[in-house]
């Protein structure tokens, strides 16, 4: 049977992308620009004998999208930018917990209510640092509707592999757009699910890792474990303890399981790279355009190149690094007023120029614009 080729909106490839990974939950709260992601799922998962919940608001979505992931589902919140502000306080208690959990983030502009049907990135920052407390984040972005279903999921295969909560952080144009999509048949995808300890067999320490394990098997609520969730520090046995050297281990595994395997989270695209004398660093959809302006400068003979960050967080410290050693000039574009260009500054400590291009107001970059500014770089009038 060939591939089933289709018109399909960003939104909705979400939806399909989770369903193919095997999703069968999913909770949260009308908002625009991401009400398609409800919709469909409402739709959809009841025909995959899946549960489909609007709450009361959008903290009650990702309250029950981790209580579904606890009973061992795999499940699904979707929000943009005020709903998100209200997930904060739980994606910090899915990552203390170690609770897979995928949140998606259709970005629009803002702050508070700002522009619901304008695109934006300025959640970027956010995503990482949104809760309080210290935790790693694993945060993907798309720039294309194939590439969404794609990064869907990959977010549920890194969420069950690494035991947490994972953000795919699209944006009103990504999601609205619609495009010629390819849908993967059955298997063509690699699928990840999580390790679970055997029903019935009572564990004492639950949290403890056993040889070979990059985070410990999960307990399945339901199936005769019993494991002990909560947001406080815990130890192996899963009980909250106010040692501090205890804080210190359970820290840095929460830490060291994302940290020790970026090689196997963070994925970029380079583009044009090779002889490139100037560079772009962007990602989502705004990588689109910047696709778009290299091609532009490289007809009329300007070596200039991109970086494409696919996964956010953690950072592509070791390609960007690299990209500094090559170019002299580095420009971040992103729809907000200056938020990974932070990022880029910091991982490059100086070993080349950092320069921004970008705003908020949901007026989109276009790319004769980026043309220009290049050209105005290469003159040394920028």
Same mark, same amino acid.
């Given at each position: ?155 549920? @295969? ?66 005769? @474990? ?19 050297? @205890? ?8 830490? @060291? ?126």
């Amino acid at each position: 049977m060939s591939n089933k080729i289709t018109l399909m909106q960003g939104n909705e490839a979400c939806v399909q992308g989770a369903l193919y990974a095997g999703y069968r939950f999913y909770a949260g709260y009308p908002i625009t620009p991401s009400t398609e992601i409800a919709e469909l799922s409402a739709t959809e998962l009841p025909k995959v004998g899946g549960k489909f919940i609007q709450m009361e608001d959008e903290i009650g979505g990702i309250a029950a999208a981790i209580g579904a992931s606890i009973a061992g589902t795999k499940s699904m919140t979707a929000t943009s930018g005020p709903g998100f502000s209200l997930k904060q306080e739980n994606i910090g208690y899915a990552a203390m917990a170690q609770i897979p959990l995928v949140i998606v983030n259709v970005m629009r502009g803002g702050p508070s209510t700002g522009l619901p049907t304008q695109s934006a990135q300025a959640d970027i920052m956010q995503a990482k640092y949104g809760s309080h407390g210290d935790y790693p984040m694993i945060a993907l972005s798309p720039m294309s509707v194939r590439e969404t279903f794609d990064l869907t999921v990959r977010c549920f @295969n890194l969420a069950e592999k690494y035991r947490t909560p994972v953000m795919l952080m699209t944006d009103e144009v990504i999601g609205h757009l619609r495009e010629r999509v390819v849908v993967p048949e059955p298997g063509e995808l690699e699928i990840i699910n999580r390790t679970t300890s055997e029903a019935g067999v009572l564990r004492p320490r639950p949290y403890e890792k056993q040889p070979g394990e990059i985070v410990p098997a999960m307990s399945v609520f339901g199936d005769g @474990n019993r494991a002990h969730t909560t947001g406080l520090f815990y130890n192996e046995t899963g009980f909250p303890s106010n040692s501090t050297d @205890n804080a210190k281990i359970m820290l840095e595994r929460i830490f @060291n399981k994302v940290y020790d395997n970026v090689d196997d989270i963070v994925q970029v695209e380079e583009f044009e790279l090779d002889d490139a004398e100037i560079a772009f660093v962007t990602f989502g959809s705004t990588s689109r355009v910047v696709k778009a302006a290299v091609k532009a400068l490289r007809a009329e003979g300007i070596k200039a190149g991109m970086l494409r960050a696919i996964t956010i967080w953690p950072s592509p410290e070791k390609q960007i690094r690299e990209l500094a050693q090559k170019v002299d000039h580095i420009i971040v574009a992103e729809q907000n007023m200056g938020q990974y260009v932070r990022e880029v500054q910091r991982i490059v400590e100086g070993q080349a120029r950092v320069q921004h291009y970008g705003r908020g107001n949901g007026d989109l970059i276009k790319p004769q614009e980026l043309v220009a500014l290049v050209k105005e770089v290469e003159h040394g009038t920028k």
